[in-house]
Nanobody, 122 residues
Framework: QVQLVESGGDLVQPGGSLTLSCAAS????????MAWYRQAPGKQREYVAV???????KYTDSVKGRFTISRDNAQNTVVLQMNTLRPEDTAVYYC????????????????WGQGTQVTVSS
């Protein structure tokens, strides 16, 4: 059974940094692309970043140059390093697993963690 547990959410001032972690279990972690999504109050969940099995990465435009996604296959973890945070980054951040092994460019995601709250405010 797929289990994804996020941690690291917090209240941070604008311009600050935060590191989110996702611990994965219940599947062959190295076979699947992993992603971070976020959902702000009153808005739909949106894609933030994805890391493929070969460590290739993609980002939504609003976080390029500020966020970095990475994975550690030995530890079954995926990390989202967030720098230069803005108030509009405030959201619940979710870790997700791709539905199909080795998919990347057209990967879809329907396995989610419980989320971790990130609040950017002075």
């Amino acid at each position: 059974q797929v289990q994804l547990v996020e941690s690291g959410g917090d209240l941070v001032q604008p311009g600050g940094s935060l590191t989110l972690s996702c611990a994965a279990s219940g599947f062959d972690f190295s076979f699947y692309a992993m992603a971070w999504y976020r959902q702000a109050p009153g808005k739909q969940r949106e894609y933030v970043a994805v890391v493929g099995t070969g460590h290739s990465t993609k980002y939504t435009d609003s976080v390029k140059g500020r966020f970095t996604i990475s994975r550690d296959n030995a530890q079954n973890t995926v990390v989202l390093q967030m720098n230069t945070l803005r108030p509009e980054d405030t959201a619940v951040y979710y870790c997700a697993r791709a539905d199909v092994p080795y998919a990347f460019a057209r990967a879809t995601f329907s396995s989610w963690g419980q989320g971790t709250q990130v609040t950017v405010s002075s």
